[in-house]
């Protein structure tokens, strides 16, 4: 155990200390004698010195293992062992290194190296699992074939690649294509699969496997489905075609993440691979989905070319998460995916990124890697790739990216060698583009207009407040997609993209007949806050009118921040243009109803808190919780006449199906249910719970139910019957906290932890309690403080266990200084005490340390 004192000197790692290996590993040959407590991993590696290597000291990586012997070409050697790794002499020319450890699967509580899931072996190894498997070079630049021989009883043995042999008690895979030790996986376990092929556009047959536990093969079909979409989408829309015989999934239930993206050993956490209409939401459905095409899609954004080092992460995150968007917008609906992913991106990336834990989307420096799977790097960095492409244009995005996969194929790259390719391929300078990568914060965006002889000009000012380690910001490229209507709601000027580099810039519009009313940042063109005096009745005329059905979802999300700030500000009672405005979209069938349902979602209470913090207010959460009751309370009573008919035909008939379409109506179904709970006592809710032959209805009703404070017997029936499948029981503890009245929710949640099916064990379990806490606004923040300290002592107890997930979780705090002195106060106690914590992970120290500074 290291001592508080020494974690407070963790090593930082920096970017700019970049060093390549000293040597070429030219073939890994392992070895994996399967047993829970004392498995042992034999490896043979291929060394080869580097000529003039700058480092040519021989350092392998080597976390908890127990060397039991190494060899250099045959003959016994004794390295020097410490915490981190070893070292020792080798010769000068190439060599074999052979080495035995042992290793406790069966031990392995922090999910990360090889551990065990339900009696099944399995492995996580990015960022740095692998060196807690054997000894090794663990950084993503030094990449290698690997050779894998599995000795045990389970009946499915799997690791990367091609499959060479298999019999009882034995399997050996080869994987042809280079890669680093992170992308290695291996599985093993008493397991079924849900089998498939796929046939690619070069007519290279594929077989397709999803493997899960004895039981769920029933949840595997729809995860197959959106697989093979995926492997189609890839070679229309990016030209990329698979590269192996055989593409396996695994799902798990104990993951500390959503998938990963092993070289043809894809493993998912259970929650994000396995579907059923009786056990999954269309949320569920939609995101299982998008996993699915999220870690294929890695195969050549992140496998065949990976990252020279971890501060790239984004190369691969941020361009697979983009890749991912595109295709979700392609199978579904291009507008609800844009307008879905920018409230998760306010609700995630906009408060981490004005917050303590702000970085840039490429980092300069990191004690623990695994802190900065961020949203700044997947999502910051996916907006940033969406930028570059609308500044480019389609085309020429296309054009590059065939020019990124022909240059840098089998290669480990950087960010520069990323912009490079858009620079060689569009001659353009992307030097100032490039701040998006190095300067942390979100820009505020200050627009002013003004008209004069037919002239409309726009005037943007851009500014970047401070952030960690970086006190200056330089103005930044930003494409801004601007369209103008006239008074009419007739569209003057289509969609054009302004491209603003100076700190503040004018644009101009000739020959306007009148004064034109500006959509501006259509699409949300760039990740940035749009600052702008404008009126409500200019919003509800957009919100009525606007072509672009993003700036429309704005500006009807605009009005309701505005209704509820002055709410909470004034004691008001809501604003009636946009009640009114709201329920004319509501009953307008000519609209998609996932767009309907969408405009029905205000604004979370943690972003209303958040505008209320810049507007210099402190914001109550109890008062932005009340707020948001009688706002709906209000809209359900104005709209009462209309809602059964609503209800009725939102209604989806017939069996189930998962597609976008069916799942905006019951979408919009379920928020009309919820309006209509608020004044029929139930009624409907209850029928529908008991009618329901889904889960996506059957959850709909008890949240409605649970949410206005009923549905006790409903709740038990729902444990009664899920009670034995873990996904939907993740739901049942979730939403009994998420439904809570704040000033209960604390209570709740604690009893819930001491309730027989919680373990701190289960990452899903323990994020359904925890992050159902955390995300309960008002609940978190309630004025007692025991939401605070219920999450600090969950986190201490988790921490010896799981670093990573205790780590993550941490940032629940991050939003602190927002709030009111009291509140800081708790929260600071909270955080030092989880500081003070002896032998606390180097994960957590650092998230807490940021957090408190
Ligand atoms: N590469 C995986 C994915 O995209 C996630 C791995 C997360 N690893 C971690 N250490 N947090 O989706
Ligand atoms: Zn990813």
């Known amino acids: 155990m290291t001592s508080p004192a020494a974690q407070a000197e963790a090593e930082t790692f920096y970017l700019k200390d970049y060093t390549p290996f000293g040597f070429e590993v030219e073939s890994v040959q392992l070895t994996f004698r399967l047993a829970p407590h004392a498995t042992r991993v034999l490896s043979q590696i291929r060394f080869t010195p580097k000529p003039g290597a700058a480092d040519p000291q021989f350092f392998l990586h080597g976390e908890k293992l127990n060397l039991i012997s190494a060899k250099i070409d045959g003959v016994a050697v004794s390295p020097v062992i410490t915490a981190e790794g070893l070292t020792c002499d080798t010769p000068a020319e190439p060599f074999l290194w052979e080495a035995e450890v042992e290793i406790d699967p069966a031990s392995n509580t922090a999910l990360e190296g090889l551990y065990m899931s339900g009696g099944m072996y399995c492995t996580q190894c990015e960022a740095e699992g692998f060196r807690k498997i054997t000894y090794y070079p663990d950084r993503p630049d030094v990449m290698s074939t690997f050779t894998v ?76 489905e959106a697989l093979k979409k995926s492997m189609t ?23 500390n993440m959503g998938a990963m993206e092993n070289k043809g050993l894809n493993v998912f956490n259970s929650s994000c691979v396995l579907a059923s209409p009786e056990t999954s939401t269309d949320a569920n459905f939609e995101r299982i989905e998008a996993i699915i095409a999220h870690e294929y899609f890695h195969n050549w954004t992140g496998n065949r070319i990976t990252c020279r080092d971890w501060f790239q992460l984004c190369l691969k995150e941020g361009l697979t998460v983009f890749r991912d968007a595109q295709f979700t917008a392609d199978m579904r609906s291009a507008s609800v995916k844009r307008i879905s992913d920018v409230i998760d991106l306010r609700a995630r990336q906009f408060p981490e990124d004005q917050g303590p834990l702000s970085h840039p989307v490429r980092p300069e420096e990191f004690q623990e890697i695994n802190n900065f799977y961020t949203a700044t790097i997947y999502e910051k960095g996916a907006e ?112 054009t993209v302004l491209e603003m580099t100076q700190a503040k810039q004018s644009f101009t519009f000739e020959g306007l007949a009148s004064k034109p009313v500006p959509s501006i940042l259509r699409e ?52 009636a243009s946009y009640l009114d405005a709201l329920q004319k979209l509501v009953r307008d069938d000519s609209l998609d109803p996932a767009f309907r349902a969408l405009i029905l979602q205000p604004p979370s209470q943690s972003d209303i808190a958040q505008a209320l913090f810049e507007r210099g207010h402190l914001p109550d959460p109890q008062k932005i919780y009340d707020a948001a009751e009688t706002l709906t309370q209000t809209l359900a009573q104005q709209l009462a006449d209309s809602l059964p008919r609503l209800y009725a035909d939102t209604t989806v008939q017939g069996p189930y199906q998962p597609d976008a379409v069916s799942a905006g109506k019951r979408a919009l179904n379920g928020r009309i249910l919820s309006l209509l709970t608020r004044l029929d006592g139930g009624d409907q809710a209850s029928r529908q719970y008991d009618a329901a032959d889904n889960m996506t209805q059957q959850y709909a009703a008890l949240a409605a139910l649970l949410t206005a404070e009923k549905g006790t017997a409903q709740s038990q029936a729902f444990y009664q019957q899920w009670q034995g499948d873990r996904l939907v029981m993740d739901k049942w503890f979730a939403l009994q906290v998420a439904a809570a009245p704040p000033e209960a929710t604390a209570h709740i949640a604690s009893r819930l932890t001491e309730h027989p099916l919680f373990t701190l064990k289960n990452p899903n379990r323990f994020r359904a309690v925890m992050g159902a806490l955390a995300g309960s606004h008002a609940g978190f923040h309630h004025a007692s403080g025991a939401g605070y300290q219920l999450l600090a002592d969950k986190l201490i107890a988790l921490d010896s266990l799981n670093p990573q ?42 998230m807490v340390s940021r957090i408190l500074d």
């Not at 008209?451 to 490229?477: I, M």
């Not at 605009?558 to 604003?575: N, Q």
């Not at 991050?814 to 009291?822: E, F, G, I, S, V």
Request: charged share 30%.
């Open 233 to 255: 989408w890839d070679e229309e829309a990016y030209g990329r075609e698979y590269d192996l015989d055989i593409f396996n999934i695994v799902a798990v239930d104990d993951f």
């Open 384 to 495: 940033i790739i969406g930028m570059l492409k609308r500044l480019v244009g389609d085309e020429a995005y296309r054009k590059a990216l065939d020019l990124y996969f022909d240059r840098h194929d089998g290669q480990a790259c950087t960010i520069e060698d990323w912009l490079q390719v858009f620079e060689d391929s569009t001659g353009r300078d992307l030097t100032q583009f490039k701040r998006w990568y190095a300067q942390a914060g979100t820009p505020r965006l200050k627009v002013a207009e003004s008209f004069a002889d037919g002239t409309y000009t726009l005037t943007f000012e851009q500014s970047t407040a401070p952030t960690p380690g970086q006190p200056d910001k330089d103005p930044r490229v930003i494409p801004i997609a601007v369209g103008l209507l006239n008074g009419n709601g007739d569209e003057v000027q289509p969609t």
């Open 149 to 224: 021989r599995i000795e045990g009883d389970e009946e499915v043995l799997l690791s990367n690649g091609n499959p060479v042999s298999q019999s009882q008690g034995l399997a050996e895979w080869h994987d042809p294509w280079p890669k680093p030790a992170y992308l290695f996986a291996l599985v093993a376990g008493d397991l079924v699969n849900h089998p498939d092929t796929f046939t690619t556009r070069s007519g290279k047959e594929v077989e397709l496997n999803i493997w899960v536990r004895p039981g769920d093969e029933d949840k595997c079909a729809f995860g197959m």
């Open 805 to 846: 997930t205790t780590a993550r979780m941490c940032t629940a705090f991050q939003t602190w200084k927002r709030y009111d002195a009291p509140r800081q106060a708790l929260i600071r106690q909270q955080l030092r005490r989880i500081k003070d914590t002896k032998g606390l992970s180097r994960d957590t120290n650092e």
């Open 524 to 575: 949300f063109s760039a990740p940035v806050i749009l600052e702008r005096d404008t009126s409500n009745t200019e919003r509800a005329f957009l919100l009525a009118h606007d072509s672009d059905l993003f700036n429309r979802w704005e500006a009807g999300n605009a009005l309701s921040r505005e209704a509820r700030i002055a709410m909470v500000l004034t004691g008001a009672a809501p604003d």
